[in-house]
């Protein structure tokens, strides 16, 4: 079976999510990346990468913490590298106890924080984020994630107050207005949601997933045409158009509470 893209693995995961059911229940249709949600945090640490290969970074950082538990610095290194590996229960166990022997230290309370919401544990997640930093020092990075975790909780006006906050230290910063478009996305106003994610795929510094939630929000607008076409700035054409063609079958799907078929479950990749 060909390997999903990454929008059709965000299709995928919104279909196992309460989130989809509230939306077709409402007679959109629509669909939301929450593993997108979640957003880009980079953890302060002082540990360079040892290698493109998170595999060899596991192994590597894994030797180093176990040699010693309590060093900072390797077990952010090694939670990391366990992330990017999908090992996502893993390193919230790695983080959580090296926040217990390293109390107060806010690098490894933002590693552990992105941990809990990688694995969707989002008031848990919110909570240890917001001892992450303080008002006095915020980090636009950690704001934005938990404005994800409030999106995934239903809160979404208090969610968008962290993406507002997090734009005034870093005005049109690409990742959090994704994030936010997400947000609009999450409560149907999908005009917004697009005017939102057009500005952060305006911005050089965007990478590959705003396209991907741009192309969606236009998709779930019925306009399969022009979701195809930036679909494909970043996918081979033939999988852009399997995506939108994905895309307009879940469209079609009637209600699960209403009888009618249910969306199919699709198994899931890690996420990168």
Known sequence: MRRQSRLTRSLARLLSSAAMTVVLAAGLGGCQTMSDVTGALTSPSKT????DDPRQA???YGERYRANPKDADAALAYGQALRATGQRAQAAAVLEQATIANPGNKALLAGYGRALADNGNSQAAFDVLSRAHSPANPDWRILSVQGTALDKLGKHEDAR?????????????????????????????LPLAEQTLRRAYGNPRADGRVRQNLALVVGLQGRFAEAETIAKGDLPADEATA????????????DPRGGGRKPPVVALDKQD
């Open 58 to 60: 596991v192994d590597v």
């Open 243 to 254: 995506n939108v063609a994905y895309l307009r079958e879940m469209l079609s799907q009637k």
């Open 161 to 189: 107050r962290y993406y507002a906050t997090a734009l005034k230290i870093v005005p049109e910063e690409p990742s959090v207005l994704s994030n936010l478009g997400l947000s609009y996305m999450l409560t149907r106003e």
């Open 48 to 51: 360079a990468a040892v290698s």
